[in-house]
């Protein structure tokens, strides 16, 4: 099966497999069976079948399957992130925007980052710089343009 957690998800609700169409024009045995079966005696199995305690415990292990492959997900995924945090004081280039933009002087030769500037305030991802000379700007870069 192609989940986890080596159940359908009709399973997981009804407690049951699903009745495939192939199943029906073969007339299996558990067709043959339900067919023989009176509405109220059906209905009163089926009930059974969703409050059945094994169905319970499929469904929480399920769950925890669920949640294991979160985790080996969010592991994977970690082991190649970057953070990319800066302090106040830290020295970082900024990445002239938007890319590609070239300054018609220097040709192909014009620079791809601004700088270097010192962070003077640090809020979540964004920074706001100063130059080195002390001039501050008044407006904050996102950390994703900036390096150290």
């Given amino acids: 099966m ?10 997981l609700v009804y407690g049951q ?12 045995m558990r067709v043959k069976f339900q067919n023989n079966l009176t509405a109220d005696k059906y209905a009163s199995l089926m ?3 969703t409050e059945d305690l094994n169905l319970t415990e499929l469904q929480l292990w ?3 399957k669920i949640w294991e492959n979160k985790a080996k997900v969010a592991r994977t995924y970690n082991k190649k ?7 106040v004081g830290d020295s970082v280039w900024e990445l002239v925007l938007p890319v590609g933009t070239k300054d018609p002087t220097y040709g192909k030769w ?4 601004y700088g270097p500037y010192r962070i ?4 979540g991802k964004s920074y706001r710089m100063e130059t080195l000379e002390g001039e501050k700007f ?3 870069v996102n950390g994703i343009y900036l390096k150290k």
Avoid at 2 to 11: D, G, I, L
Avoid at 110 to 113: G, M, Q
């Fill in 81 to 87: 992130v970057k953070l990319n945090g800066f302090q």
């Fill in 17 to 28: 497999e699903v009745v495939m169409l192939r199943e029906i024009n073969i007339g299996s």
């Fill in 120 to 123: 003077v305030v640090a809020t």
């Fill in 110 to 113: 014009s620079p791809n980052w």
């Fill in 47 to 49: 009930n059974i079948n």
């Fill in 2 to 11: 192609p989940w986890s957690y080596k159940c359908t998800p009709y399973q």
């Fill in 138 to 140: 008044n407006r904050n």
């Fill in 62 to 64: 399920a769950l925890e």
